[in-house]
């Protein structure tokens, strides 16, 4: 089956998507990382016209289920840019550390670059019922609860789940099933 399991070819359905950081770094602890995530994920709906309907930011790693004409375009976009922006930020703070193990973690083959900051691929999941987009938004937002940072998945401050109980949150998505 090779790497094509790992292609978006049926754009019409969604996607449940998971991007890694490599070797499991905790970058996105920091507020100002995750916001790169954050700011990103509001590009790719206004302009790539990128449907989000659910996503949740952990310490290293997201989980998103998106939909796009473009998907696997867009998607590789958006990993490329929040690799650039996550650099220039961890060099803006003076995050030197963690610069020394992005350069130490880049994979041979990547021989264009300095740093690496995701690790390759999207695995992508075609979500072709509503039973199994419900099933993967369930996962997405049980996420943090799931590792122990919040009771509740709404208490999780870079998630969807938010949206979904019609409160306030940090950015929009379109709501499935409403």
């Known amino acids: 089956m090779g790497r094509d399991r790992y292609i978006i070819h049926q754009t019409e359905y969604p996607y449940f998507v998971t991007c890694n950081i490599v070797n499991g770094l905790p970058l996105f602890a920091y507020p100002h990382l995750a916001q790169i995530i954050l700011e990103a994920l509001v590009y790719l709906q206004q302009e790539n016209k990128a449907i989000l309907t659910a996503y949740v930011i952990m310490e290293n790693h997201l989980h998103l289920i998106v939909q796009s004409d473009q998907a696997q375009k867009v998607l590789g976009s958006l990993k490329s840019y929040t690799a650039r922006s996550i650099i220039e930020s961890i060099k ?87």
Request: charged letters at 25%.
């Open 92 to 178: 803006f703070h003076h995050q030197f550390h963690w610069l020394k193990l992005l350069q130490l973690s880049k994979r041979k083959y990547k021989r264009d670059q300095q740093y690496q900051v995701w690790e390759s691929g999207l695995h992508p999941k075609q979500l072709m019922s509503d039973q199994s987009l419900f099933q993967k938004m369930e996962y997405i937002h049980q996420n943090p609860v799931r590792r122990g940072y919040v009771d509740r998945p709404e208490d999780w401050r870079y998630s969807s789940a938010r949206n979904y109980l019609g409160l306030e949150n940090l950015i929009p998505v379109t709501l499935f099933g409403y």
